[in-house]
């Protein structure tokens, strides 16, 4: 690599760690603020103390996915239970993030493409504002990045035997594929969809592509395996997590009434409940492991706070069993409402392009660039296949979550750097002059179109339904 794209991205990655390490400061909250991240601190705190990962002693649990725990518990090991620690690394993952985004930025468009998206992506204040809070949207970027950048490397890697070089960047996507699915469940699909994308190329022997698929596709299984072992033995599933039935059916279940508090939970929930008074404690930012009761931290608590016919079903279940209730729930829902459930998931994939965050505001970053993605992906896939196969395949994967379960601005964070990639390349064209070609005028104003669209259907009601 030259000075003149070296030099740059140092720059970059300065600048991008200074400004997510005071927005890490700034925007700090103590965990018990929020619930999700209230949940991890309590599960790195129970690694600590040798309770496995845990609730407490004698609860272990798979409602988390276990990565970002045990990363946090690293941190409390070496310097104690300070937050502020967790945030500080949480920056340097991010600006690692930002730097790899735009060395992608370079590889497929060239230095103009690579600073825009240096400078796009290292003040893009949804993603910084979640470096100073313990949840797993940060790390899941960094593990993103660097697998886009192994595979954009193994798809450019051609050759004519089945044992080659890019066969080592396959192995490496995916076990950072596998990592992120430790991190965040949805990422398994991305194993599938790049497998699906290295079958489907031309310029290799139909076995040289067969061999380099079956390799990331065993390496992606590799970091999971153990999990999915425990869980097995635990609780006689080997699920990841047990939040995906949770959210299949009430990120998908949008009738009001069935949240109408009318039944009555089992005694020994309101007894917990009592007891830890979770909101009263998040108030004060009091300690995480009396804002939540072990007896709580499963799919039974979010069941229990539904009407009785939704307690009833739930009444003495495993954690396991629990989830798989979800999922027979979501789908009952789903076949009872075929028109409803369809039309709403393409209204969430459509959301994914507009530029409002969770709390309601819009993003500037986004506001800027996600006019010009349709643009950047069609320069990207027609001047480079390979980058354009390799970015389009994880992207495919944001999508087809928010068609399953739910638009939510949180789950888009992690894809955000990808997105203002294509956008970053749509900008240095059209600045560059080629709303000359046909083509690059259709598909600007194609993503203008659907900005348009997407924003007006956010804005008209709540930026989470």
């Not at 991240?37 to 002693?57: D, I, K, Q, T, W």
């Not at 035997?161 to 991190?183: D, M, N, R």
């Not at 079903?313 to 069993?321: A, N, V």
């Not at 829902?333 to 209204?347: A, D, F, G, M, W």
Request: aromatic share 10%.
């Amino acid at each position: 690599m030259d000075r003149e794209v070296l030099r740059p991205l140092v720059l970059i990655f300065l600048v991008s760690a200074l400004i997510a390490s005071f927005a890490a400061m700034r925007f700090s909250e103590h965990p018990s603020l929020h619930w999700d991240a209230a949940h991890y601190a309590l599960l790195a705190r129970n690694l600590v103390e040798g309770n496995g990962f845990s609730n407490g002693p004698g609860h272990p649990t798979a409602f988390r996915p276990p990565l970002y725990p045990t990363v946090v518990s690293l941190v409390f090991r070496a310097v104690g239970e300070r937050y502020r620690a967790v945030y500080l690394l949480q920056a340097v993952l991010y600006a690692l993030a930002v730097t790899g985004s735009a060395l992608l930025a370079y590889r497929i468009a060239g230095r103009r493409s690579m600073l825009l998206t240096g400078i796009l992506a290292s003040v893009n204040p949804s993603a910084l504002g979640l470096t100073g809070l313990l949840l797993t949207e940060t790390l899941f970027t960094f593990l993103l990045v660097c697998s886009l950048l192994l595979l954009n490397g193994a798809f450019h890697r051609y050759s004519t035997k089945v044992l080659s070089p890019g066969l080592l960047h396959y192995a490496g996507a995916g076990l950072l594929f596998g990592a992120a699915t430790l991190c965040r469940p949805n990422a398994a699909a991305w194993s599938l969809l790049a497998g699906a994308a290295i079958l489907s190329r031309r310029r290799e022997a139909f076995g040289i592509r067969l061999a380099s698929a079956v390799v990331l596709l065993i390496t992606a299984v590799i970091p999971v395996v153990p999990w999915m072992m425990r869980n097995q033995e635990l609780f006689g599933s080997p699920c990841i997590a047990t939040t995906g039935g949770l959210n299949f059916w009430d990120f998908r279940h949008r009738d009001l009434v069935a949240s109408s508090f009318t039944g009555t939970p089992p005694e020994e929930f309101i007894r917990a409940n009592s007891l830890a008074q979770q909101r009263d404690l998040a108030e004060r930012g009091g300690d995480v492991s009396r804002m939540m009761p072990v007896y709580n931290i499963c799919p039974r608590y979010f069941a229990f706070f539904y009407n009785q016919a939704t307690i009833d079903r739930f009444t003495g279940l495993s954690e396991t069993e629990a989830d798989r209730e979800f999922y027979r729930m979501g789908l009952e829902y789903t076949l009872n409402h075929p028109v409803r459930v369809l039309l709403e998931s393409i209204q969430d994939v459509l959301r994914v392009f507009s530029p409002l965050e969770r709390s309601g505001r819009v993003n500037p970053i986004l506001f800027i660039a996600l006019p010009f993605i349709l643009c950047g992906m069609y320069l990207v896939r027609k001047h480079d296949a390979a980058a354009g196969a390799a970015l389009g395949t994880i992207l495919l994967s944001l999508l087809i979550t928010s068609f399953l379960i739910r638009y939510e601005p949180r789950y888009r964070i992690p894809f955000e750097p990808l997105m203002i990639i294509f956008s970053s390349v749509g900008i240095a064209a059209v600045t560059a002059g080629a709303l000359k070609e046909k083509k690059v005028l259709v598909f600007t104003a194609a993503g203008f179109l659907l900005f348009a669209a997407a924003s007006f259907m956010t804005l008209s009601g709540p930026p989470s339904s």
